[in-house]
């Protein structure tokens, strides 16, 4: 694990989301003295499965967070695609390869807070930023108070204000025509039906494949973690939502004729979300004019989960070369 150096420069961190955390710890080891503002009062388990590569774990190690990580994330060696209606394996490759380590997003974010407040670092919550002002620099609290720094991280997500700051103007999401079903549950609601309980009697993960439609299933913990996703053709009226409630009738619809392990694992899902897969066109720049505010994370880089690489060991790169 790598030692902090003497601290100089104050980062200040817009943002406590996993990059903003990778920010920090990055930024700690460097030698600078870190404070992030997150507006959220209190985190909950939001979300559902991400995978984290060994790109990203090579930081993580260093930064002494590997152990948190690999206590939550899926252990099986490999991953199977299959078809899409007799389940039929077509190829194996090694889960590493494809995304790492993936369990629960809200589990990864909760050790990357624990770490970053293990090393001292402070992270204000409850604290909304309402402006940034390059030229001192600094940022303006809702409360009015006026926090000045050396450097400004915009780590503060997708709908990043931040962005605007540094673009000066508003950029709009685009749909890709396409959304997901996602779902989390209990392992144990499979583990008594003859198809769908192989898939939680301990760490697996497999992708079946059919006509312009693929389902990714993961099961974590032992097996007492289950999710699932599946793509369809977006809806007009969907809006940009992590939290739009989904119909498991019309997932479990959409997949009438697959392959039973799969299809009775989604029925006895008991709920789902409907995620409209959106991104956005490339900034010409991730840094104001005056370099003093840099955006990272998903303020700078929104891109389709279907790319399957976390862009978390990229923002934490740039940090570390600041």
């Not at 889960?95 to 970053?116: E, P, S």
């Not at 006509?211 to 289950?226: A, I, L, S």
């Not at 789902?272 to 490339?282: G, K, N, S």
Request: charged fraction near 20%.
């Amino acid at each position: 694990m790598a030692e902090p150096q003497e601290k100089g420069m104050r980062v200040l961190i817009v943002g406590a989301g996993l990059g903003g955390c990778a920010a920090a710890m990055a930024m700690h080891f460097q030698g600078f003295e870190v404070i992030i503002y997150e507006k959220i009062r209190k985190f909950q388990r939001l979300g559902d499965s991400l995978g984290l590569g060994e790109n990203a774990l090579r930081l993580l190690d260093q930064w002494g967070c590997t152990d948190k990580i690999k206590a939550i994330g899926n252990t099986s060696p490999v991953f199977h695609i299959r078809r899409f209606d007799t389940g039929e394996i077509i190829a194996t490759q090694r889960l590493m390869d494809m995304a790492g380590y993936i369990g629960h997003r809200g589990d990864y974010h909760q050790a990357f807070i624990d770490r970053v407040t293990e090393l001292g670092i402070l992270i204000q919550m409850g604290s909304e930023i309402v402006a940034i002002d390059e030229s001192k620099p600094s940022v303006t609290l809702k409360t009015g108070e006026i926090i000045f720094a050396d450097v400004v991280i915009g780590a503060d997500g997708i709908k990043s204000p931040c962005r605007e700051l540094v673009l000066g103007y508003q950029d709009a999401p685009k749909s890709s025509g396409y959304a997901c079903w996602r779902a989390y549950t209990e392992g144990s609601r499979l583990k008594d039906d003859p198809y769908a309980s192989v898939l939680v009697q301990q760490d697996t993960m497999n992708v079946w494949i059919g006509p312009d439609k693929h389902v990714v299933q993961n099961t974590c913990k032992g097996g007492k973690e289950f999710n699932w996703i599946a793509n369809h053709k977006a809806s007009k009226d969907l809006g940009e939502s992590w939290s739009e409630p989904g119909s498991i009738e019309d997932a479990v619809a959409s997949v009438e004729g697959w392959d039973p392990t799969i299809v009775n694992a989604m029925k006895l899902t008991p709920s789902c979300l409907d995620w409209l897969i959106v991104y956005r066109d490339p900034l010409p720049t991730w840094i104001s004019k005056t370099g003093t505010v840099t955006l990272i994370g998903d303020a700078a880089h929104p891109h389709l989960p279907t790319s399957a690489q976390v862009l978390l060991s990229l923002a934490a790169q740039q940090c570390s070369h600041a």
